[in-house]
Nanobody
Framework: QVQLVESGGGLVQAGGSLRLSCVAS????????MGWFRQVAGKEREFVAA????????YYADSVKGRFTISRDNAKNTVYLQMNSLKPEDTAVYYC?????????????????????WGQGTQVTVSS
């Protein structure tokens, strides 16, 4: 069992920044790949960013590349999403997720179905 708790969401003006955090407990965090996803009401959950267990490899959706940065601190069991130059279209509930089976991760990191546990989400609202 893994518990994930996100924080750091809020209301920000376009062009502003937020940093999301996701704290994990229940397993050895440093063994697992992590992802950030977001969802707007009525739409499917979409991939935002992912990071391998060591932190050596990161992946980004084209829509956030160059603006968002994913990182992790394995000593603190925490993964971060630094979001800069925010746009109104970034408004969504943001979720972190953990992948317990690393097989084939580099070819399916964006797939929600490969992640085993999810946090409760944190709302990000960007005003224009």
């Amino acid at each position: 069992q893994v518990q994930l708790v996100e924080s750091g969401g809020g209301l920000v003006q376009a062009g502003g920044s937020l940093r999301l955090s996701c704290v994990a407990s229940g397993r050895t965090f440093s063994n697992y790949n992590m992802g950030w996803f977001r969802q707007v009401a009525g739409k499917e959950r979409e991939f935002v960013a992912a990071i391998k267990w060591s932190g050596s490899t990161t992946y980004y959706a084209d829509s956030v590349k160059g603006r968002f940065t994913i990182s992790r601190d394995n000593a603190k069991n925490t993964v971060y999403l630094q979001m800069n130059s925010l746009k109104p279209e970034d408004t969504a509930v943001y979720y972190c997720a953990v992948d317990l089976n690393s097989m084939g991760y580099s070819s399916s990191y964006y797939d929600t179905s490969r992640y085993d546990y999810w946090g409760q989400g944190t709302q990000v609202t960007v005003s224009s």
